[in-house]
């Protein structure tokens, strides 16, 4: 790849590096730091495009399905009610956000991950780019995953204060911090299994490096207490151990004999098991014990979740407006839960909370954005066979279970709605939406090891 394409690559490392200190909080200097070096990227790569004399290198459908969320996002701010007493905005007649002020707030940052988006496609049609962004997504998470865990190890002995949250790291709410880390292991696992896939002798030190990345971020997902992410774990974890099974029987591993199995398993354990151990293993069984009681026909999360479905129908084509929830759950959720759920930030749906922000058409154009990832890099690897089931097939492997884990938390939570955990999932979609198809990729020699 030219050097100059890769510009942008340090400083949205940066960006990543810096993400998750900043947790969920927009207030912290963590975040504002995460942006500028996000900005700085998206300036040296549009610069880049700009000194080649070329367009970004991106697939026509994402181009217009992130252009038509942009323009929509726009005129709903532009043509948004002043307050939330409805006064009208440039054209009455006209869909507009129910209060442009809270929809102004959160075009900055929808603006920037669409251009990070974009960014990562452009750069991932090379071999080089797919490589750094998978890379990137494993080794700048490494070093907060650390730290949470050594928090949990050193707070010792769990003691139930009644509130609903733990946090771990810097992240308030413990399922954000399970959520980032889900999208975390997947990859690094990928990486591990595309080191031992390899038919040229790897360095010990390599393996060790990529068990350690993958095997930290796994275990503080069980010492963290969320049960939603504990259980999407072990759901994301039997299918890679189904899958590996059917590429080992089908000699995926040519320079792995049994022994070594029993030994890089027993190793995965031993590190796993032990975190988990020393982490803090009785937050999880304390959380789980708790379960039981809370399947009710009245729980909080049943009744919001209808209440926000009962709002889909008003929100109509263009929906509420970006970043209006909190103005409109009053008026669906009422007195639930003694008022408590009509104060929610969050819809802890997604799927329903996008809907109700950018209507039926957004909503459309969010899922084609998320789901167009896999249909593209997988119709990109059609007829691959021999020649790329290498590296790049245990990248795409552990992108698509991390997103796939992603989503199946969006459906009971908020994950989607959190800035760190919004700009690692951009960069994985961008990756596999950058892979062209399987010709143009050996002819640059896309099997070369990772």
Not at 37 to 52: K, P
């Amino acid at each position: 790849m030219n050097p100059r394409r890769g510009m942008a690559q340090a400083p949205l490392f940066l960006a990543l590096l810096a993400a998750p200190w900043a947790g969920s909080s927009h207030a912290s200097p963590w975040y504002h730091v995460a942006r500028g070096f996000l900005l700085l990227a998206l300036f040296l790569w549009g610069g880049g495009c700009w000194r080649e004399r070329r367009w970004p290198r991106v697939p026509v459908v994402l181009l217009v399905a992130v252009a038509a969320l942009f323009l929509e996002g726009a005129w709903m701010t532009l043509n948004g009610a002043a307050t939330s007493n409805g006064v009208p905005g440039l054209v009455a007649a006209l869909p507009g956000s129910v209060h442009r002020a809270d929809s102004l707030r959160q075009l900055p940052d929808l603006l920037m991950l669409m251009g990070a988006l974009l960014l990562v496609v452009d750069e991932s049609r090379h071999y080089e780019g797919r490589r750094f962004y998978w890379h990137a997504g494993i080794w700048s998470a490494l070093p907060w995953v650390m730290w949470g865990l050594a928090e949990k190890m050193r707070q010792g002995v769990f003691v139930p204060n009644g509130s609903g949250r733990v946090p771990f790291g810097t992240f308030e709410y413990h399922a954000n911090a399970g959520a980032y880390m889900n999208l975390v292991w997947p990859v690094a696992v990928g990486l591990f299994l595309s080191l031992l896939a390899s038919r040229r002798p790897v360095s010990a030190g390599a393996r060790g490096g990529a068990v350690l990345a993958a095997a930290v971020p796994l275990a503080a997902t069980f010492v963290n207490v969320s049960r939603a992410c504990t259980f999407i774990a072990l759901v994301l974890a039997a299918g890679c151990a189904a899958w590996v099974v059917r590429q080992a029987w089908r000699g995926g591993f040519p320079l792995i004999d049994r022994r070594q199995w029993l030994v890089f398993g027993g190793l995965m354990g031993v590190l796993v098991g032990g975190m988990i151990f020393a982490g803090g293993a009785d937050r999880m069984i304390y959380r789980w014990h708790l379960f039981r009681g809370e399947l009710v026909p009245d729980h909080h999360r049943l009744l919001a979740t209808r209440a926000w479905l009962g709002a889909v129908p008003e929100a109509g084509l263009l929906g509420f407006g970006p970043g209006t929830f909190t103005n409109v759950a009053p008026r669906f959720a009422g007195d639930l839960g003694n008022g408590w759920i009509a104060a929610w930030p969050y819809a802890h749906v997604d799927p329903l909370q996008f809907v109700m922000e950018w209507g039926w058409v957004g909503g459309t154009l969010w899922a084609a954005v998320f789901a167009g990832a896999f249909v593209h890099a997988w119709r990109a690897d059609r007829g691959a066979g021999e020649r790329l089931r290498g590296a790049e097939g245990w990248m795409r492997f552990g992108l698509f279970l991390s997103l796939g884990g992603l989503f199946l938390h969006g459906l009971v939570d908020y994950p989607f709605q959190v800035f760190p955990i919004q700009l690692v999932a951009v960069c994985q979609l961008g990756v596999l939406w950058g892979l062209r198809p399987v010709e143009a990729r050996a002819e640059e020699g896309a099997g070369r090891e990772m």
